[in-house]
């Protein structure tokens, strides 16, 4: 009998991993008193879809720049893979950043290449020792993985918007990222192309494994991809849970967003 109870009490937990970013009393002014971020503190987890939600302007994208080094804030401490990030040099920073993909709203390929031109002139950036034939094969790899290997020989002119969003993905992905920073996916796409697109993302994570953070304000996409929810206000983090649970949340302002 004691054997068998024994046998039953569970394993001792492990540790839990450190998270894959983590940002702390992160503050932000422009100008003279434009105060935008007034202490924000974030925690992305391995393999975890984070849903940023706010109203326009409540500081969700300068909250993502800040972490690749794009935008420098005033104070606080952002790590990223257990590095901070603030505190490291130029060529450390770079060494990070190839590990995270972006895909912003300004995201634009270049009209005069083709799309395997696009990827192609990607990928040489950043890995300079491939062949040829290296760089097709990723191109087609990266291209499978949006589903539009059949689009390789086209001009972005000839791409809709929703194409022209997962080629931009194709481009993000053909350098494996392990983070994926995602700024309004959808924005500007009609409700199916939006659907496919947060298809994707759901798609990416699971076969790829990446962790990513989506600022969106489409809440189709968020209540598909967020494995979890923040909500952005005044300058700080106002609101934190999954979909369902913040769609019942006891502050009505949390669930406007839901309706
Ligand atoms: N480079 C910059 N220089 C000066 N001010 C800036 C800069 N970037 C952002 N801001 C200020 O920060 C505010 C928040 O910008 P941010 O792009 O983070 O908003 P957001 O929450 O992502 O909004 P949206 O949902 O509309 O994209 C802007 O309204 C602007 O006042």
Redesign the pocket.
Same mark, same amino acid.
């Given at each position: 009998m004691m054997e068998e109870k024994l046998h039953k009490e569970p394993k001792k937990k492990v540790k839990d991993q450190a998270p894959i970013i983590e940002i702390k009393d992160l503050h932000k002014t422009?100008?003279h008193d434009?105060t935008?971020l007034k202490g924000v503190n974030l925690i992305l987890n391995k393999d975890e879809n984070l849903v940023v939600l %706010?109203? &326009?302007?409540? %500081?969700? &994208?300068?909250?993502i720049k800040c972490i690749v080094g794009l935008?420098e804030p005033d104070k606080g401490e952002i790590k990223v893979f257990d590095e901070n990030v603030l505190n490291i040099s130029k060529s450390e920073l770079n060494a990070i950043r190839v590990r995270i993909g972006f895909l912003f709203q300004s995201g634009a390929l270049y009209d005069s290449m083709s799309v395997r031109e696009n990827l192609a002139f990607t990928l040489s950036k950043h890995k300079r020792d491939l062949t040829e034939d290296e760089i097709e094969k990723e191109v087609m790899e990266a291209l499978e993985n949006v589903g539009l290997a059949e689009a390789v020989d086209k001009m972005p002119s000839e791409l809709s918007g929703g194409m022209r969003k997962r080629i931009g993905l194709a481009r993000t992905l053909i350098l494996k990222p392990e983070i994926i920073l995602y700024?309004?996916p959808t924005t500007g796409l009609d409700t199916i192309t939006s659907r496919e697109i947060s298809e994707l993302i759901l798609d990416i994570k699971n076969k790829q494994k990446t962790s990513s953070i989506i600022?969106t304000?489409d809440m189709a996409c968020a209540k598909m991809t967020a494995d979890r929810i923040i909500v952005?206000k005044d300058g700080v983090i106002h609101a934190e849970g999954t979909y369902e649970e913040l769609e019942k949340d006891e502050d009505e302002w949390v669930r406007s967003f839901f309706q």
């Open positions: 422009f100008g434009n935008i %706010g109203r &326009s302007g409540s %500081g969700k &994208s300068v909250t935008i700024d309004e600022i304000h952005l």
